[in-house]
């Protein structure tokens, strides 16, 4: 069955940067379109990045020249780079893998950017 297991969560002060990590096993996974959403208390999940197979990736607007999104296909894992965090970018971090026409998800990471 798909896995997806995230790590690389934390607490970071404003300004700062985190790298999210996103294990994937039970798939073909270089062919899969793989993604990071987000979730703040009281708010709906909502897209970060994605990428395709193909390594074409697409932002949040609210993320974007900030947050970078990439993909390695030996490894099995997809990757969230996330500079000058924002006390605003504080969620739990969901990665997401589209396989055969279903979505599967990740347990989550808790990011908090706080002084």
């Known amino acids: 069955q798909v896995q997806l297991v995230e790590s690389g969560g934390g607490l970071v002060q404003p300004g700062g940067s985190l790298r999210l990590s996103c294990a994937a096993s039970?798939?073909?996974?270089?062919?899969?379109?793989m993604g990071w959403y987000r979730q703040a208390p009281g708010k709906q999940r909502e897209l970060v990045a994605i990428i395709t197979s193909g390594g074409s990736t697409n932002y949040a607007g609210s993320v974007k020249g900030r947050f970078t999104i990439s993909r390695d296909n030996a490894k099995n894992t997809v990757y969230l780079q996330m500079n000058s965090l924002k006390p605003e970018d504080t969620a739990v971090y969901y990665c997401?893998?589209?396989?055969?026409?279903?979505?599967?998800w990740g347990q989550g990471t808790q990011v908090t950017v706080s002084s």
């Open positions: 039970g798939m073909i996974f270089s062919i899969s379109p």
């Open positions: 997401n893998a589209k396989v055969a026409l279903r979505y599967y």
